[in-house]
């Protein structure tokens, strides 16, 4: 590894693990690694960011809120239009990204040969503790590192809903079963109906410190 490091053994850069993470590359077996790495590099994030199609803005750092924020995009979309824009760390941008590339529209081209054209959602930061407690550890939602997916819309205009279309046995049930097991390449926590009653309607999905894919 210290070759590779120093650079006496040239790899390509996909199996190079101090090459920044490219979203457009195929994952692989590193891309857990690289995507690990970003959470504390703030300029390895913004170069692996910048090898993706998303369109974000950056937002005003407010250090003094009761739930900081530091460095927070504004996410805007890339060829998924989105419900709203978003809030989020530089970390779920680039897990989102990678998301939509490498998951989102394989599935929808697998399964219904078309892509997907909008996704909805039910936001992202928001401070507040775990399961809106009165106390207790903050959710990932209040750095803005968390997502709620409640659905998606095609290119054909059909609309898939994880609210009611989850418990079906049918192709809308295989797509999103296909994105709730694909997104956990992209993100550490990606929580779906299977977990419990308050993801009934959404797909939690998040950048936190364990991982979780159920």
């Avoid at 490219?22 to 300029?43: C, E, F, S």
């Avoid at 998303?54 to 937002?59: G, M």
């Avoid at 106390?135 to 997502?147: C, I, K, N, T, V």
Wanted: one cysteine or more; hydrophobic letters at 45%; glycine letters at 6%.
């Amino acid at each position: 590894m210290v070759s590779v490091w120093r650079g006496w053994l040239p790899v390509p850069p996909e199996w190079n693990p101090w090459v920044p993470l490219d979203v457009k590359a195929a994952p692989n077996w590193l891309t857990g690694y690289k995507l690990m790495r970003l959470r504390g590099d703030p300029g390895l994030c913004a170069q692996a960011l910048a090898s993706s199609a998303l369109r974000v803005t950056t937002q005003a750092d407010s250090p003094d809120a009761k739930c900081p924020l530091i460095g927070a995009l504004r996410v805007q979309g890339a060829e998924v239009a989105l419900s709203s824009s978003f809030l989020a760390s530089c970390p779920l941008a680039v897990a989102y990204a990678m998301f939509e590339r490498h998951t989102l529209q394989p599935a929808a081209q697998a399964v219904y040969g078309e892509n997907v054209a909008r996704l909805d959602h039910l936001g992202s930061f928001a401070c507040r503790h775990l399961y809106n407690r009165e106390s207790g550890a903050l959710s990932r939602h209040a750095s803005a590192d968390a997502l709620d997916i409640a659905g998606f819309r095609l290119a054909s205009g059909r609309r898939v809903s994880v609210l009611k279309d989850w418990p079906k046995q049918n192709q809308d049930a295989q797509f999103l079963r296909q994105v709730r097991d694909g997104a956990c390449q992209a993100f550490s926590v990606v929580l779906s109906p299977d977990y419990n009653a308050a993801h009934r309607n959404h797909f939690h999905v998040d950048i936190g410190r364990w991982s979780v894919c159920r």
